[in-house]
């Protein structure tokens, strides 16, 4: 059996040389899998899997079991026009609610089609992941330089910042709920 690559692969690898030669940041943000956007924060890293995860299941407050999640999952499900829409309803013991609110963490996690970092205004970086219907969720990191000018020895944790429901054309200006 001969194995061969397809006719045109040099050519690909080639022009993908060149890519990481002449712009090694949008290269590396390219093969993480991001979108590429007018805003994208091109040479940052996106946070892991576990970190996103770390941040959604931080209890809501301290000495409360609710997670984060669960809690931005509470709030956001009202927004939700149909009764249980994309992202259900939550009822029933705080435990049941973390659990499901996991399960969506998954849902989008395991499926997105979508994954993204910007800039918001004040050096916020913002990470978001969407399955292809557009519902996903948000990350935040402060990456605000101190007083001094300086960045801190330790960059600021990752946080869950809640979910989001699909982009709409105009959406602000029509009141849509995000």
Request: glycine share 4%.
């Given at each position: 059996m001969h194995i061969s690559e397809l006719p045109d692969a040099a050519t690909k690898r080639e022009n993908l040389a060149a890519v990481f030669d002449t712009e090694p940041l949008l290269a590396k943000h390219l093969s993480l899998g991001m979108a590429y956007t007018v805003g994208s924060a091109v040479g940052e890293d996106p946070p892991t899997i576990e970190l996103c995860l770390e941040a959604f299941q931080k209890p809501n407050k301290a000495g409360v079991e609710l997670t984060t999640g669960a809690r931005a999952w509470s709030k956001h499900a009202a927004r939700a026009l149909a009764e249980d829409g994309w992202w259900g309803r939550p009822s029933g013991p705080?435990?049941?609610?973390?659990?499901?609110?996991?399960?969506?963490?998954?849902?989008?996690?395991?499926?997105?089609?979508?994954?993204?970092?910007?800039?918001?205004?004040?050096?916020?970086?913002v990470y978001e992941a969407r399955v292809f219907e557009g519902y996903g969720m948000r990350w935040s990191r402060d990456c605000a330089k101190s007083e001094g000018g300086e960045q801190d020895e330790s960059p600021h944790p990752w946080v869950f910042r809640g979910f989001v429901e699909p982009m709409m054309e105009n959406g602000h200006e029509i009141g849509w709920r995000h």
């Open positions: 705080v435990a049941g609610i973390n659990a499901k609110a996991l399960e969506l963490f998954y849902k989008v996690m395991d499926h997105a089609t979508w994954r993204n970092l910007h800039w918001l205004p004040h050096q916020i970086l």
